[in-house]
């Protein structure tokens, strides 16, 4: 138990301390809509924001989908197409008569909306937000902002549309945000570092060895780090409590909100109570995990990222995205992951989810065809 202490009481620094790294100063700016610049990062188009409170120009409301993302392969409304005042092959969405087969703002249903995607045979294809990146990993997205992290350190591109700019410019492997910091680490330094996204000065709010994932909910940070541990840390002083001694030393991803904290480790989806495991067990393989409590967890190929909204579990798995429902956690058996749609592969590095969509690191050729550069796709749920 000494160990576990020791291993979540991180050096704190008071939130005035100046970071190592220094902040960027608004990026270089990257050019907007089509085309590549160089090897500048660069925006493919305006990007429409998710629900609960990002911006989206021309946004239409989701009709009768799902709060937390019905699969994008919805069949047209049974019984409209081809009755009514609507010709055979089309669907009536109001007052309005639409081939819910090709049209991006009704695909698949009425009132689903590809934010900005295609629409193709009903399914919403995924959009292009920002290439020409080097070697990015990490993502993170609050109501208006998408976050990567790329080999200049950590960067910023509105969901509305607009350029992306540099916030932090250094080492940073991992990124979590909420709406008013970003915070950021790299599995070599010793720091989470916050950064303000009005601005000002990035502090270092705790130290912590081999930080292997971030995340943020409501009030504190979440790090899993080399130890096997998962901490929560006060970003105004760098208190920090051990949630959980997981024992494993390979854990990819970290994921929290109000139904628990979830984790992936190699070959694995687990989740824990947002309290922690009481008592501090270690969990083992799935096993009891103190106080008599088992953790939910989920056999799944290959590793990387976790995302999490309200209802599902998000994973990019061998270069396709899945999912699984939250509620299936902690029962016998396991939890049914899905292919969240046809097409979305290439999933390769972080992942995001909001109330409306999916952001993913993947890639794709440069305007030579010949060199792969690395990207962030958008696609509706």
């Known amino acids: ?38 090897n500048m990062p660069q925006v493919a188009g305006a990007a429409s924001g998710g629900a609960g409170g990002a911006s989206v120009a021309g946004d239409s409301a989701r009709g009768g989908a799902d709060a937390a993302g019905a699969d994008n392969a919805g069949a047209a409304d049974a ?35 590809c934010l900005g995607g295609a629409c193709t045979a009903g399914v919403c294809q995924p959009v292009l937000l920002v290439d020409n990146l080097d070697n990015p990993s990490a993502l993170a997205v609050n109501a208006d902002s998408l976050f990567f992290t790329d080999a200049s350190g950590v960067e910023s591109a509105p969901l509305a549309g607009g350029m992306p700019k540099s916030l932090y410019q250094g080492a940073a492997k991992l990124v979590a945000a909420d709406q008013n910091y970003v915070y950021s680490a790299t599995n070599e330094e010793l720091e989470i570092r916050r950064i303000p996204l009005s601005g000002g000065t990035t502090t270092d709010i705790v130290g912590v060895p081999n930080v292997l994932a971030l995340a943020v909910y409501a009030d504190y940070v979440y790090e899993a780090n080399l ?26 991803g970290l994921a929290v909100n109000a139904g ?57 798995a061998l ?56 990207a962030i796709y958008r696609s509706a749920k």
């Open 1 to 38: 138990m000494a160990s576990l202490l020791i291993a979540c009481s991180g050096r704190s620094n008071a939130p005035g301390d100046a970071a190592g790294g220094t902040g960027g100063a608004g990026g270089t700016p990257m050019a907007n809509v089509g085309g590549s610049a160089g």
């Open 79 to 113: 019984g409209e197409s081809g009755s009514g005042p609507c010709d055979a092959g089309l669907t009536l969405c109001g007052a309005a008569c639409n081939d819910v087969t090709r049209d991006g703002s009704n695909c698949g249903s009425c009132g689903h909306d």
């Open 227 to 252: 130890n096997g541990d998962i901490c929560r840390v006060s970003p105004t002083d760098g208190t920090m409590t051990m949630v959980a001694l997981i024992g494993l030393s390979e854990i990819e």
């Open 260 to 316: 628990g904290i979830f984790f992936r480790d190699s070959g694995y989806v687990e989740e824990i109570p947002l309290n922690g495991l009481q008592g501090g067990g270690s969990g083992g393989s799935g096993g009891d995990s103190g106080s008599g409590q088992n953790r939910g967890r989920v056999s799944v190929d290959g590793d990387g990222p976790i995302a999490l909204d309200g209802q599902a579990v998000y994973i990019s």
């Open 319 to 374: 270069g396709t995205m899945l999912k699984a429902p939250v509620s299936k956690f902690g029962q016998s058996g396991m939890a049914p992951f899905t292919q969240v749609a046809p097409g979305l592969t290439q999933s390769w590095g972080g992942i995001a989810v909001d109330a409306r969509a999916i952001y993913w690191v993947g890639r794709k050729l440069d305007s030579t065809g010949t060199n792969w550069t690395g």
